[in-house]
């Protein structure tokens, strides 16, 4: 254990209705303050009472332009906007105030474009899970950008996922600690959103079939890091080394023997503000310890981490995703470049712009970004995991609710169900209908932690067909995927959805075929 002695400062709240308060340890140490562009290592261990009443600073953020773009990004994600700082290693606990052990455990891994994000986010606050759930919920800092993902070629390829190593480090802590806060290390599940699912994701495929990871259970919403349509196969997203370069050069970096000690003695605040205003992108490597460069092809042998997996898409991903793009012809091309003509043209045909589902190109745009990038994916992750005989769900996540609407006509964007879970969406114009998805969500994904083997409620892939069900007495359809019938083989040869936005609930329509080809593993 990383300190002796109880009790450890910590604050108590309470939610309305739950039989248990919350005990809250903000901002506890799993690592020491980290060294630039460096692994984390162990924080040092304490003896003496720890206060743990508020917040640490959040890892150094990167909010890129153009500002049409880091204005929505910020607004969505980044209010209120944390303190930053490069000592970041923190961690959050909520659990149950009442007596206990041997608790489940849901570690939240925070999404962000690998850019941006921290365990701090109020959306992310898990007090309801351990009110209504009796679950230990963790939130955490870990590096990104630059600072989490350097591309400097003078470090070992080992070394430059700084970030997911921050991730292991914070397990690591868990597994060790978390006993002293009810919980039970046997018990972890790690789910997280859009980045955070790639990082679960990533997690999943570099733990071979046999080996132990520190979790037992995996929710990925709106993410995965397998199955990627452009660069090609052996290519996670375009070599950052130039951006590296960019940078060394604007801090007059280039004249020395080694770029990497003068970038390290730069100041973080220079660093953020040329990153920023030069949109300079860093992206993970893979090193086959962090990010596995064959995870699509270990997932169909079966050669991953053999534990249940619960993973879906919302109806609108791109809306956030691609704000600003019209220009189809541009957007395939960054996306399937290389791709054959016929290909592209079929996918154009099935997104035709001026009726009622796109009336302008961006509508195109981001269902095409919705569907190829997020839901094809994900149905090939729940199909090749239940293929290789690992447990898998599905979800689908259809909701618009006014009052988590960042601008009009967002609908159900990329992002926007993570309140609902959590139940963070705000008081002020709720509705009962938004209440009750909370509580069917929040409950779904907490009974699939405490007994991930049973599932959060409905059919697994490949067990059965998937239907529709009611949530209280409100009439919401909620889409349980299963993998039976002409509905569960929606996947890359299935484009072009065809539905009209439900005000609430979670609901599934049927998708018309498109005849694609299907992507190499």
């Known amino acids: 254990m990383d300190f002796a002695g109880f009790p450890r400062s910590s604050t108590t709240t309470s939610l309305p209705g739950a039989e248990t308060g919350i005990n809250q340890f903000l901002g506890i140490p799993f690592g020491a303050p980290p060294k630039r562009f460096s692994a984390p290592k162990k924080a040092q261990s304490w003896s003496e009472p720890l206060n743990t009443t508020a917040l640490k600073p959040a890892c150094i953020q990167q909010f890129a332009y153009p500002e ?12 209120p906007a944390p303190e ?45 899970f351990a009110a209504y759930e009796d679950i230990v919920s963790v939130t955490f800092n870990y590096r990104t950008n630059i600072f989490g993902f350097p591309s400097s070629p003078e470090l070992p390829i080992e070394g430059r996922n700084v970030g997911f190593l921050d991730q292991r480090l914070a397990l690591d802590w868990i597994q060790r600690n978390i006993h002293a806060f009810g919980g039970d290390a046997a018990k972890v599940t790690i789910f997280g959103e859009s980045a955070g699912a790639f990082s679960v994701d990533a997690l999943l495929t570099s733990f071979p079939k046999a080996s132990r990871p520190p979790f037992r259970a995996a929710i990925m ?3 995965q890091i397998s199955y990627r349509g452009n660069p090609a ?17 604007a801090l007059n970096c280039t004249d020395n023997q080694s770029n990497l000690t003068c970038i390290r003695a730069a100041s973080a605040a220079s660093i953020k503000d040329i990153i920023e205003k030069q949109s300079l992108f860093f992206n993970p490597s893979y ?9 699509a092809r270990d997932r169909v042998a079966g050669d991953i981490a053999n534990i249940p ?3 879906g898409t919302d109806a609108q991903e791109g809306r956030l995703v691609v704000l600003g793009q019209n220009n189809i012809t541009a957007y395939l091309d960054a996306l399937i470049g290389d791709q054959p003509l016929d290909v592209r043209r079929a996918i154009e045909e099935a997104y035709p712009v001026g009726g009622w589902e796109f009336p302008t190109g961006f509508d195109a745009v981001a269902q095409m970004e919705t569907e190829i990038t997020f839901h094809c994916p994900a149905a090939l992750v729940a199909n090749d995991t239940a ?13 618009s609710f006014p009052n988590t609407q960042t601008f009009p006509g967002e609908g159900v964007y990329h992002s926007s169900e993570i309140k609902i879970i959590f139940g963070t969406y705000p008081a002020v114009n709720a509705t009962a209908q938004q209440y009750a998805l909370h509580n069917y969500m929040r409950g779904a994904w907490a009974k699939f932690a405490r007994d991930p083997s049973a599932g959060p409620g409905w059919n697994a892939v490949g067990t059965g067909s998937s239907y529709l ?27 072009g959805k065809r539905f009209k936005p439900r005000d609430v609930g979670l609901s599934y329509e049927r998708y018309r075929d498109v005849d694609l080809e299907e992507p190499e593993v």
Request: net charge negative; proline share 6%; hydrophobic share 40%.
């Open 221 to 223: 919403q709106s993410g």
């Open 287 to 295: 090193d086959n310890i962090t990010l596995n460069a064959n995870a």
């Open 309 to 311: 997996i619960l993973g």
């Open 233 to 249: 196969p052996g290519k996670l997203w375009p070599d950052t080394t130039p951006a590296w370069n960019t940078l060394a050069a």
């Open 387 to 399: 293929t290789a005989g690992i447990p898998s769900w599905r979800f689908y996540f259809n909701a």
């Open 469 to 495: 069900g009611g949530v209280a007495d409100y009439d919401l359809d909620v889409g349980m995927l299963g993998a039976d019938g002409a509905d569960a083989e929606f996947g890359p040869r299935y484009l």
């Open 68 to 79: 049409a773009y880091r204005k929505v990004a910020q607004e969505t994600f980044n209010i």
């Open 84 to 128: 930053e700082s490069e000592d970041c290693l923190y961690l959050n606990i909520r659990a149950p105030s009442a007596p206990g052990k041997n608790r489940a455990v849901m570690v939240w891994i925070y999404g962000g474009a690998l850019q941006f994000g921290h365990g701090g986010t109020p959306a992310y606050d898990g007090s309801a």
